[in-house]
Structure formats: structure tokens, C-alpha cells
């Protein structure tokens, strides 16, 4: 199993006790919530029903007060304190959570409006001095009937209500040891796991790193006699495979180096590649110095000539000396241009920012667009942002790719555009001018048939995009302007 995959099977393990953590947390939190409301409810089912009992035990206090004749204004006092009951009674029934619940308020609510009929009654009959009559209501109907029927169902409610409470209580209890258990053993797995993870980035990560990083100094101290375990199928083992050859073959070209040989030539050329670099860098800066003293002295012999205004010179001569001084300045440009991409062959990829790219690139260029008054158009999209590419190389193609615009507009004047977008997963690089163009343009034949146009570089330009993996294309036309695109693979990897 390679290092990804264990990784990820550890990370998701953990990723998955914490979906369990999260789950249980908040199935704990909804059920202790439902029924903590539950019961709040039950407790005030039970308060009001209690005080519904209450008041009208005391409103019916005042029925045998009338029919005694002790409280003329029982009727009134009754109405005062069955009021409250009422009130409570409306509430109460709001408060029913099931059938059962709502078929108790139905119930109580048919012997709550039986009862109080029946002690309107009883006040009628005291009004019209009826009084052997409404205490026969009272002591018959009222108390042994009616009352006792309402006390009957609301007593039921209550202890209704209350074994209601129990049942929650205890599965609230129950909800409550279930999330203890469960959270219990995620946090015993959480704790394994995570001591597993610490054991495996000790063993597995850890030592085998610091082995590398031995290696490597040793290696670069000159011990070529060395070798790493090579024996796993990670991507620590691919590495160490690779190491073990880096380290054999270099090995035996610093030995073919020591003993000579046909093949010495070559292996210290193999082995030493990388100062052929700096070398052609020498030789070019020469070559340039040399350049730049020629040419002094061809324009110090054209001056010379001017001044002396010789007549007789043959204009012959002089074609031909402004023809090699043209040659030379292409020649220096174009041992510039080199120096400048530094060899296409080797790229260095990195995370780059592709809109400072551009600016980078367009201000090289400012002091030029301002004095020739040439406009300039930079659109860069919303989406391109990063990039993963050469960013030195990448710069200097796309000032080639500005220069040879320049170049080819006039010398006061002309338009040039640069945009950057994307499509698909590549990014396009765009350059355009409206200067003189040439038709059936090609990126093959640019260098031969542009020649004398200053339309040069372009090819180094294509190959800087070609070794990014990327296209690059040229469509101009006579009069019209040239477009030149870079495709460049998007790859914000590295």
C-alpha cells in the first residue's frame, strides 16, 4: 500500500469517528431538547389542569352560599372565579400532544360545561325563591352527579400526566447512557487511531526522511558507496530505487572519469554537463564584445567617411557597409534573445501568478509605448489566476512576443493587445497587432522569410512553449496584423 493510500485510509478513518462524534453529539442535543420540551409541556399540562380543579372547586363554592340564602351575590362570584378557569382550560387543550391527550380534553371539557350548566341552573331557580328546588339540583345532580364526574376525569389526567413524565424521564435517562456508550468508544477509537497515525509517521515517514537526508550528504560529501533500502512498494521505495541508481551512476562516471579511457571523453562530459551551460555563456558574452567593438569601429569609419564627403567613394562601398551594420544589430539581437531564454532545454516549474506575469512583462516596455504613442490593451479574465509554469522563461516568451508586435508597427503609432484566459484546462496567452502582417505566415519559415522584418526569436518563443507541453500558433495576414497565441497546460501542480 502506497503512502496516499495509507494516509488516507488513517485520515479517513479519523474523519469518520468524527462524522460518528458529530452524529451522535446531535442526536444526543435533538433528543435531550424533544424531551425536555416534552416534559416542560407535561408539567404544565399537569399546573394548569391543577389550577382549572382549583377554580372551579372554589367558583362552586358559592352554589349552596345561594341556595341558603347566605350570599345574595353568589351568582356574581361565581362568574368571577370560574373566569380564570376557563382561560386555563383553553390553554390546557392547546397543549394536547396526542389522541389520547386531546380525547381527556374533550372529556373534561363536556363534565366542565355539564357542571356549570347545572349551577346556572341551580342560580336560576334561588332567583325565582325556587330554593327547595335548587337544592334538590345541588344536592342531587350537581354534587352527586356532575362534580363528581369532573373530579373523576381530572384526577385521571393529572396521574395521566404524570406516568406521561415518568415514561420521559426514563427515556431521557436511556438517550442519555446510549450517547455516554457511544461517544465512549468513539473517543477510544479517536485516541487508537491516533496513536497508530503517530506510530506510522514515526516509523514509516519520519525515519525513513531523515535516512534520505543522510544519504544525501553523504552523497554529497563524495560517498558513492552507498545504498538505501529499496525493498517497499510505497513511494518511499520508488524514491529510494531511484536514489540507489542516481548514486551508481554516478559512481561509475566519476570512475570512468579517473581511469581514462576511450570513453573518459565522454563520461566527463556526461558528468560535467551542466557547466556546458555556463560555458556557451562565455563564449556568447565574447562573441557580443567583439560585436559591439566591430561595430564602433564601422560607425566610427562611416562617420568618417561622411565628414570627409569623398565623392569619389564608390556607393557600392557604402550599400554594403550599412548592410553589414544591419547584419551586426541582428546579430547582437539575436544573441540577446538567447541569453535572455537562457536556453530553452531546462525549465524550472513553479506556482506562478499569471497576471503579474503580464504587468512584468508589459512594463519592459512602457518607456517605448510612450514615446512611439503607441496604444496598448492588457485584458486579463477573472479566472486566470495561478499557473504552474517557467516564470522567467514564460516572461521573456511573451516579451518576444511584444517586441516583434513593436517592431512591426511604424514608428509613431499602431495598437497592441495582450490577454490572458482560459479554456478547458489550458492556459491561452494571446498577443495581436495591427501592423503590417505578411501573408501564409508560418512559425516553420518565420526566421527565413521575415528575416529582414525584425520578425526573429520566435522560434526559441515556441520552443520554451513547446517544452511546457504546450502549443503555439501565428496567423497573420498583409496589412491586417499578425495574432500569435501560447497554449500553455493549466497544471496548478507542479
Given at each position: 500500500?502506497?503512502?496516499?493510500?495509507k494516509?488516507?485510509t488513517v485520515?479517513?478513518?479519523?474523519?469518520?469517528?468524527?462524522?460518528?462524534?458529530a452524529?451522535?453529539?446531535?442526536?444526543?442535543i435533538?433528543?435531550w431538547?424533544?424531551?425536555s420540551?416534552a416534559?416542560?409541556?407535561h408539567?404544565q399540562?399537569?399546573?394548569?389542569?391543577?389550577?382549572?380543579?382549583?377554580?372551579t372547586?372554589?367558583?362552586?363554592?358559592?352554589v349552596?352560599?345561594?341556595?341558603?340564602g347566605?350570599?345574595?351575590?353568589?351568582?356574581?362570584?361565581?362568574d368571577?372565579?370560574?373566569?380564570?378557569?376557563?382561560?386555563?382550560?383553553?390553554?390546557?387543550a392547546?397543549?394536547?400532544?396526542?389522541?389520547?391527550?386531546?380525547?381527556?380534553?374533550?372529556?373534561?371539557?363536556?363534565?366542565?360545561?355539564v357542571?356549570?350548566?347545572?349551577?346556572k341552573?341551580?342560580?336560576?331557580?334561588?332567583?325565582?325563591?325556587?330554593f327547595k328546588?335548587?337544592?334538590?339540583?345541588?344536592?342531587?345532580?350537581?354534587?352527586?352527579?356532575?362534580?363528581?364526574?369532573?373530579?373523576?376525569?381530572?384526577a385521571?389526567?393529572?396521574?395521566?400526566?404524570?406516568?406521561?413524565?415518568?415514561?420521559?424521564?426514563a427515556?431521557?435517562?436511556?438517550?442519555?447512557?446510549?450517547?455516554r456508550?457511544?461517544?465512549?468508544?468513539?473517543?477510544?477509537?479517536?485516541?487508537?487511531?491516533?496513536?497508530?497515525?503517530?506510530?506510522?509517521?514515526?516509523?514509516d515517514?519520519?525515519?525513513?526522511?531523515?535516512?534520505?537526508?543522510q544519504?544525501?550528504?553523504?552523497?554529497?560529501?563524495?560517498?558513492?558507496?552507498?545504498?538505501?533500502?529499496?525493498?517497499?512498494?510505497?513511494?518511499?521505495?520508488?524514491?529510494?530505487?531511484a536514489?540507489?541508481q542516481?548514486?551508481?551512476?554516478?559512481?561509475?562516471?566519476?570512475?570512468l572519469?579517473?581511469?581514462?579511457?576511450?570513453?573518459?571523453?565522454?563520461?566527463?562530459?556526461?558528468?560535467?554537463s551542466?557547466?556546458?551551460?555556463?560555458?556557451?555563456?562565455?563564449?556568447?558574452?565574447?562573441?557580443r564584445?567583439?560585436?559591439?567593438?566591430?561595430?564602433?569601429?564601422?560607425?566610427?569609419t562611416?562617420?568618417?567617411?561622411?565628414?570627409?564627403?569623398?565623392e569619389?567613394?564608390?556607393?557600392?562601398?557604402?550599400?554594403?557597409?550599412?548592410?553589414?551594420v544591419?547584419?551586426l544589430?541582428?546579430?547582437?539581437?539575436?544573441?540577446?534573445?538567447v541569453?535572455?531564454?537562457?536556453?530553452?532545454?531546462?525549465?524550472?516549474?513553479?506556482k506562478?501568478?499569471?497576471?503579474?506575469?503580464?504587468y512584468d512583462?508589459?512594463?519592459?516596455?512602457?518607456?517605448?509605448?510612450s514615446?512611439?504613442?503607441?496604444?496598448?490593451?492588457?485584458?486579463?479574465?477573472?479566472?486566470?489566476?495561478?499557473?504552474?509554469?517557467?516564470?522567467?522563461?514564460?516572461?521573456?516568451?511573451?516579451?518576444?512576443?511584444?517586441?516583434?508586435?513593436?517592431?512591426?508597427?511604424?514608428?509613431?503609432?499602431?495598437?497592441?493587445?495582450?490577454?490572458?484566459?482560459?479554456?478547458?484546462?489550458?492556459?491561452?496567452?494571446?498577443?495581436a497587432?495591427?501592423?503590417?502582417?505578411?501573408?501564409?505566415?508560418?512559425?516553420?519559415e518565420?526566421?527565413?522569410?521575415?528575416?529582414?522584418?525584425y520578425?526573429?526569436?520566435?522560434?526559441l518563443?515556441?520552443?520554451?512553449?513547446?517544452?511546457?507541453?504546450?502549443?503555439?500558433?501565428?496567423?497573420?495576414?498583409?496589412g491586417?496584423?499578425?495574432?500569435?497565441q501560447?497554449?500553455l497546460?493549466?497544471?496548478?501542480?507542479?
Amino acid at each position: 500500500m502506497n503512502l496516499r493510500r495509507k494516509l488516507l485510509t488513517v485520515f479517513g478513518a479519523l474523519a469518520l469517528l468524527s462524522l460518528v462524534t458529530a452524529a451522535v453529539t446531535l442526536w444526543t442535543i435533538s433528543s435531550w431538547t424533544r424531551t425536555s420540551t416534552a416534559t416542560e409541556n407535561h408539567y404544565q399540562r399537569s399546573l394548569l389542569l391543577q389550577r382549572i380543579r382549583a377554580s372551579t372547586f372554589r367558583a362552586f363554592k358559592e352554589v349552596p352560599d345561594a341556595v341558603t340564602g347566605d350570599d345574595p351575590d353568589s351568582d356574581v362570584e361565581f362568574d368571577e372565579y370560574i373566569q380564570p378557569a376557563k382561560e386555563d382550560f383553553e390553554i390546557w387543550a392547546r397543549l394536547a400532544e396526542d389522541d389520547a391527550e386531546r380525547e381527556q380534553v374533550r372529556q373534561i371539557r363536556e363534565a366542565f360545561e355539564v357542571l356549570e350548566a347545572t349551577a346556572k341552573e341551580t342560580f336560576a331557580l334561588v332567583k325565582q325563591n325556587r330554593f327547595k328546588e335548587a337544592s334538590v339540583l345541588m344536592e342531587g345532580k350537581l354534587e352527586d352527579n356532575d362534580f363528581e364526574n369532573f373530579n373523576r376525569l381530572s384526577a385521571e389526567a393529572v396521574a395521566s400526566d404524570r406516568a406521561k413524565r415518568e415514561v420521559i424521564r426514563a427515556t431521557n435517562e436511556n438517550t442519555r447512557r446510549t450517547a455516554r456508550i457511544v461517544l465512549a468508544v468513539v473517543a477510544f477509537g479517536t485516541i487508537s487511531l491516533v496513536l497508530l497515525l503517530a506510530a506510522y509517521l514515526a516509523s514509516d515517514l519520519f525515519k525513513p526522511l531523515e535516512e534520505l537526508k543522510q544519504a544525501l550528504k553523504r552523497t554529497a560529501e563524495g560517498d558513492y558507496n552507498q545504498e538505501l533500502h529499496d525493498s517497499r512498494e510505497d513511494e518511499f521505495g520508488a524514491v529510494n530505487r531511484a536514489f540507489n541508481q542516481m548514486v551508481k551512476t554516478i559512481a561509475r562516471r566519476v570512475k570512468l572519469a579517473g581511469d581514462g579511457g576511450e570513453d573518459a571523453e565522454n563520461a566527463e562530459l556526461g558528468f560535467n554537463s551542466f557547466t556546458s551551460k555556463m560555458t556557451i555563456h562565455k563564449l556568447v558574452a565574447q562573441m557580443r564584445l567583439r560585436i559591439m567593438e566591430l561595430d564602433s569601429k564601422l560607425n566610427q569609419t562611416k562617420t568618417k567617411i561622411a565628414e570627409d564627403k569623398e565623392e569619389d567613394a564608390p556607393q557600392a562601398e557604402k550599400i554594403d557597409l550599412d548592410a553589414l551594420v544591419e547584419n551586426l544589430e541582428n546579430l547582437s539581437q539575436a544573441i540577446t534573445r538567447v541569453i535572455d531564454f537562457s536556453f530553452p532545454l531546462d525549465i524550472t516549474l513553479s506556482k506562478t501568478d499569471v497576471r503579474a506575469l503580464l504587468y512584468d512583462a508589459l512594463l519592459r516596455f512602457h518607456d517605448e509605448l510612450s514615446a512611439r504613442g503607441i496604444s496598448f490593451e492588457l485584458e486579463v479574465d477573472r479566472e486566470v489566476k495561478y499557473a504552474t509554469l517557467d516564470h522567467l522563461k514564460i516572461r521573456e516568451a511573451v516579451s518576444e512576443l511584444i517586441r516583434n508586435a513593436l517592431k512591426a508597427l511604424p514608428d509613431a503609432g499602431g495598437k497592441i493587445g495582450l490577454r490572458a484566459r482560459l479554456k478547458d484546462t489550458d492556459l491561452l496567452i494571446e498577443v495581436a497587432d495591427n501592423g503590417a502582417g505578411a501573408d501564409n505566415l508560418s512559425l516553420d519559415e518565420i526566421d527565413i522569410k521575415r528575416r529582414r522584418d525584425y520578425r526573429t526569436g520566435l522560434r526559441l518563443t515556441k520552443a520554451i512553449v513547446e517544452q511546457h507541453g504546450g502549443k503555439m500558433k501565428i496567423n497573420s495576414e498583409s496589412g491586417e496584423g499578425t495574432f500569435v497565441q501560447m497554449s500553455l497546460p493549466l497544471r496548478l501542480e507542479a
